[in-house]
């Protein structure tokens, strides 16, 4: 940048770069322990993916018990517990009620604001982060600042593109959480992995998580890739409700949950398959597909299907039997049909087992930008317990740009959270232990 020296420069004691759920917890954190804070998002306004995903009722957290909370993680689940156990499920539920906004447990034991949105409670902390009242120190927003890394690839002054052009800060700390890839268009376009890279902090690929697939095609159809025609014109959009799904990959790694899932266009999402993305992306990665099998009346014994699919139907065709008999109409007959040929149609023994277990191969994840989250990011190993740079002190990392992942259910939302904590009090501990005498 054979600008630099020309740029206008602003020297501040922390620098935090993101406005999501993870950046702004920093700021609280070190907002309260007294320091100056100054935070910069390339977007208009802070929180986008928040408000986004509260768009349908935020889900905050999740109440279920700590011990069984930390397991959502997967392979990070020992990275991450630690960040829970300073600052998790409850500690969240009380931060809200904080803020005046309390929040109730609904029947899958997700956590929520009573009024269901995002906005007000977005509004409550902004309000607490610019006013903090005795103690505190307001944070100072600079918007549409977007981080384009460091002076000449080196972890020199801070550089930003702003409106009033390019600008350089210089920071004794320095709180970078700058999301993942997913929703680019809301600020997190995972731009700066290359820059860490360089920077020889050790970095993972961004790949999609909590994600979609694309099936693969049907023999019964003689279709290659997705649905077929009239499947996916009749039931693109629609849910499989109250089923279950289980996969094995190649590694012998099981999954098996209860739920319900949509069929698009080109495939599969939901909840359900977003629970199990981690484990199909990756197979997909090593064998080129995945596989998983749909129980489609998880409540029914295979001993009672059988019964029922076996019992004669005299003049009724095949799916006034099964409505009859079973209660199986619509999205779960239109995927038996598009799945079996006529013989396995009419082999009471095929019928029955594929209800139970029908198969069903994926080919590809969706992009990364469509997945609700990422995985992949700043590596694990590269990062001590206060979650700074071991190569480069006074870089600290926090929320989704971290090599971790997991499925919604306000697991993301908390480990993001947390991870903003935890660096915020790292950064004050740096700052404390680095000052001069």
Partial sequence: MSDFNAMPSLNVDVAIIGGGPAGLMAAEVLSRAGLAVHLFDAMPSVGRKFLLAGKGGLNLTHAEPLEAFVTRYGAAQDRVQPLLQRWGPEALRDWATG??????????????PTDMKSAPLLRAWLHRLRHPGEGGVPVVFHMRHRWKGWDDGALGPLV?????????????????????????????????????????VAVGPLLPSNCGFDVAGSAAHGVSQG??????????????????????????QQFHRKGEFVATVTGVEGSLIYAAS???????????HASFEIDLLPDRSAEHVLAQVSHPRGSRSL?????????????????????????????????????????????????????????????????????????????????????????????????????????????????????PV
Avoid at 368 to 394: H, Q, T
Wanted: net charge neutral; proline share 4%.
């Fill in 160 to 200: 930003f593109d702003a409106p009033s052009g390019r600008v350089q800060v210089q920071a004794r700390a320095t709180v970078l959480a700058l999301g993942g890839a997913s929703w680019a268009r809301l600020g997190s376009d995972g731009a700066w992995l290359p820059w860490l890279e360089a920077a020889g």
């Fill in 227 to 252: 649905w077929s025609t009239h499947f996916s014109e009749r039931f693109a959009g629609q849910p499989f409700k109250s089923v279950a799904i289980r996969a094995t990959d190649s590694l012998g």
């Fill in 278 to 288: 981690s484990l199909l992306r990756d197979e997909i990665a090593r064998n080129g």
């Fill in 99 to 112: 803020l005046g906004i309390e929040t109730f447990v609904g029947t899958s034991n997700r956590v929520f």
């Fill in 319 to 435: 799916s006034s039997h099964l409505k009859s008999r079973l209660g199986l109409d619509g999205i779960k007959m239109g995927i038996l049909h598009e799945r079996l040929d006529k013989d396995a149609l009419n082999d009471p023994v095929r019928l029955a087992q594929a209800i139970k277990a029908l198969p069903i191969t994926v080919s590809a994840a969706r992009p990364i930008d469509e997945a609700i989250s990422s995985a992949g990011g700043v590596r694990w190993e590269a990062l001590n317990p206060d979650l700074m740079v071991e190569a480069k002190p006074g870089l600290f990392c926090a929320g989704e740009m971290l090599d971790w992942e997991a499925p919604t259910g306000g697991y993301l939302l908390t480990a993001c959270m947390a991870s903003g904590v935890v660096a915020g009090e790292g950064v004050a501990r740096h700052l404390r232990q680095t000052a």
